[in-house]
């Protein structure tokens, strides 16, 4: 069945240091792919999202690209912030007569100052 | 306000007992879901809506009981609260132009 995978947390940086989260992804057919954000105590909310292969979602410095070839939707900052912090979860979507989401686990990331 | 709103924002209930948890959104989209987020388990899919009067079960029904006689209003319903029902809910509704999620701020239940 279709699955997301993240790289596990915490990942613990450094103010301005580049962030990378892995996400690679399985799926039939073509999903769209996302990025949510939850800050504590909140809901989760949407980052970024890309549709379909070779596409590049980005917002608030995050930057992911839709590889099709890796299976890939790996989140990247070039300078991260200690308002960054959250857990970030890498989501595939297909319709497939109704919905269907797949979540991954997620990933913690602490900024520290 | 726009957007979507859940309520209670948090709710202790002793075992056995019935509780309803409310979600509202203002975008009549027509998907919404419900989904439970413990430790270890990340978030899980409980019951889902496409439209009014159309539901379904999700990975992990058991024990609740949803119904959305109103495009808005999605409530889900424990009808006999057990201490493994303890987590934080989310509501969520889809939109169709692209097929994001928009998520409520959470219930935090604890059953006693």
């Known amino acids: 069945g279709d699955s997301v995978t993240q790289m596990e947390g915490p990942v613990t940086l450094s103010e301005e240091a580049f962030l990378t989260i892995n996400c690679t992804y399985t799926a039939t057919g073509y999903p769209s792919l996302f990025w949510y954000v939850q800050y504590p105590g909140e809901g989760l909310q949407l980052l970024l999202k890309?549709?379909?292969?070779?596409d590049k979602g980005s917002n608030k410095g995050f930057e992911a690209t839709y590889r099709k070839e890796t299976t890939s939707f790996h989140l990247e900052k070039g300078s991260v912030q200690v308002s960054d912090s959250a857990v970030y979860f890498c989501?595939?979507?297909?319709?497939?007569?109704?919905?269907?989401?797949?979540f991954g686990a997620g990933t913690r990331l602490f900024v520290k100052a | 306000d726009a957007g979507i709103t859940q309520s209670p924002r948090y709710k202790i209930t002793e075992t056995g007992r019935q509780v309803t948890l409310m979600c509202h959104q203002t975008?009549?989209?027509?998907?919404m879901f419900w989904y439970r987020q413990d430790l270890g388990h990340g978030l899980r899919l409980i019951y889902y809506s496409a439209a009014a009067d159309i539901t379904d079960k999700g990975e992990v029904p058991d024990g609740y009981v949803v119904s959305r006689s109103k495009t808005e209003n999605f409530p889900l319903t424990l009808e006999s609260a057990t201490r493994s029902q303890t987590s934080v809910y989310f509501c969520a509704s889809l939109t169709l132009l692209g097929y994001e999620q928009y998520f409520g701020p959470g219930t935090r239940l604890t059953v006693t």
């Open positions: 975008w009549s989209h027509s998907y």
């Open positions: 890309a549709t379909k292969a070779d």
């Open positions: 989501a595939l979507t297909q319709r497939t007569g109704g919905f269907k989401t797949i």
